[in-house]
């Protein structure tokens, strides 16, 4: 077993793709604080943070110790009271509890051993340390989020498994019906899971809390070697688990192995797109730790391409990526919008609705080549009132209304 933890041992080395999966928690975590808490009056923000898989806490790099998960979530939370209250007139009182949940003893106890040392109370009520299954202990964790936060529900949950198929669809699918403010963090190890499929010819028992169908199985296992077997496995797997566990946003990539062949599929589920937005963001961020096959574009699960999935570009939130990715969009935009606006003009919130689980781009992205067509007089844009903005606007409101331009239709009514 690649890592193990013990009270009376040291703690494990950390693998490259850990390190990686850990400085993106770090990163969303500080930006969910930032953009949730940008309101001056705001005097409290509650927030549950649930490790479902917690491990033993920390982590060797060479000599250097590394933060495991639970630490990350106690070490942002901790931050985020400093730094958002640095400005303030009136005091933000970050208000969160922590559940870190691991069904190994040894772990739980080295993870209490760590929290210890590092000054927190594990026996009081912010911080929850369990041994035990995640599965059992969801229940109890469900029912103490809803007491503490009756109207929000704001959770995140990290299910951090070893391998793929210790997390239950269905229970993350009992996450967003009970608590739809709720996000999820979900990893799979991609390459064992296709080489596993690759090795059984029976419907693989270990599977099963995947929900996959006999079809899908045999695609996954048609395709297992090389890139071709991990670009079907986001295939087959990513419009699955939107639709079993009831999420309506995702950020599927895959974790760029760099020393080490083995792929980590980091999956962000949500019911909202400014969630999906913020976890788009730390990718381009991390440029080059993420990659997914396709283009970045509307083409980004254009899936026929996967007719010959090792011929699909990949893709990894690098310089170039990017510019591709901004071509593809002023390419392929123009349309859908013309198909779209047809009837009446939409709003900006509703097109990222629309939009966000079909391409890398940010919200920042779209806007810019919504303004880039707009000053190419390809479409105006409305204000909530129905007054044409002009052509020169630099920013767009989520309220704001893209319109086709009324010359398209009546010249002789033209508003320039
Ligand atoms: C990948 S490790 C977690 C690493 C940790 N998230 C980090 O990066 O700091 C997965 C952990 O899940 C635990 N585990 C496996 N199945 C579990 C289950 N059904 N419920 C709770 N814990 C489980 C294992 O004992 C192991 O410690």
């Known amino acids: 077993m690649p890592f193990e933890w013990h009270p009376d041992d040291p703690p494990p080395s950390i693998e490259p793709h850990s390190l990686a999966k850990l400085r993106v928690l770090r990163s969303y975590l500080r930006a969910y604080f930032d ?9 409290e ?16 790099d060479g000599a250097a110790e590394v933060s495991g998960t639970p630490l990350v979530m106690l070490e942002e939370a901790d931050q985020a009271n400093v ?51 995640f599965e059992s202990e969801i229940e109890g964790i469900l029912a103490s989020v809803r007491q503490r936060q009756p109207r929000a529900g704001r959770a995140i949950f990290l299910l951090d498994q070893k391998g793929f198929s210790q997390v239950e669809l ?18 799979f190890a991609a390459d064992a899971l296709v080489n596993f499929l690759g090795q059984s010819l029976e419907t693989p028992q270990m599977v099963s809390p995947l929900q996959l169908t006999e079809s899908q199985l045999h695609d996954l296992v048609q395709h297992r070697d090389g890139n071709g077997g991990r670009a079907l496995l986001q295939r087959t797997l990513r419009g699955h688990i939107r639709t079993a566990t009831g999420a309506i946003y995702d950020t599927p990539f895959f974790i760029r192995p760099r020393q080490s062949r083995r792929a980590l599929w980091f999956l962000h589920l949500s019911k909202h797109p400014t969630a999906r937005d913020v976890m788009i963001q730390r990718h381009w961020e991390f ?6 096959y396709g283009p970045g574009d509307f083409g980004m699960l254009g899936w026929d391409a996967l007719k010959d999935p090792n011929a699909l570009p990949l893709f990894q939130f690098g ?11 002023l390419e392929s935009l123009p349309s859908k919008l013309f198909g779209l606006l047809s009837e009446h003009p939409v709003t900006i919130d509703a097109l990222r609705h629309m939009f966000a689980n079909q391409t890398a781009a940010r919200f920042s992205d ?16 409305l204000n909530p009132e129905g007054k044409v903005r002009s052509r020169s606007l630099q920013r767009l409101a989520s309220t704001d209304r893209v319109a086709l331009p009324s010359t398209l239709l009546f010249p002789e009514l033209s508003r320039r």
């Open 83 to 133: 730094r958002l209250n640095m400005n303030r007139r009136k005091q933000l009182h970050i208000n969160c509890k922590f559940y870190f949940v691991d069904k190994e003893r040894a772990h739980t106890d080295h993870l209490r051993k760590v929290l210890r040392e590092r000054g927190h109370d594990v026996e009081d009520n912010r911080i929850i340390v369990r041994n035990g299954l």
């Open 319 to 329: 310089e170039l990526d990017e510019q591709q990715m901004l071509t593809g969009l």
């Open 287 to 292: 440029q080059n730790t993420f990659q997914h």
């Open 366 to 381: 779209l806007d810019l080549i919504i303004l880039k067509l707009v000053r190419e007089r390809e479409f105006d844009i």
């Open 45 to 60: 923000f509650r927030l549950d943070l649930v490790d479902g898989f917690a491990g033993g806490g920390l982590f060797l």
């Open 170 to 187: 269905a229970l993350v699918a009992r996450i967003f019906s009970e608590l739809p403010a709720a996000e999820v963090i979900l990893t």
């Open 35 to 43: 953009r949730l808490n940008v309101r001056p009056q705001r005097e």
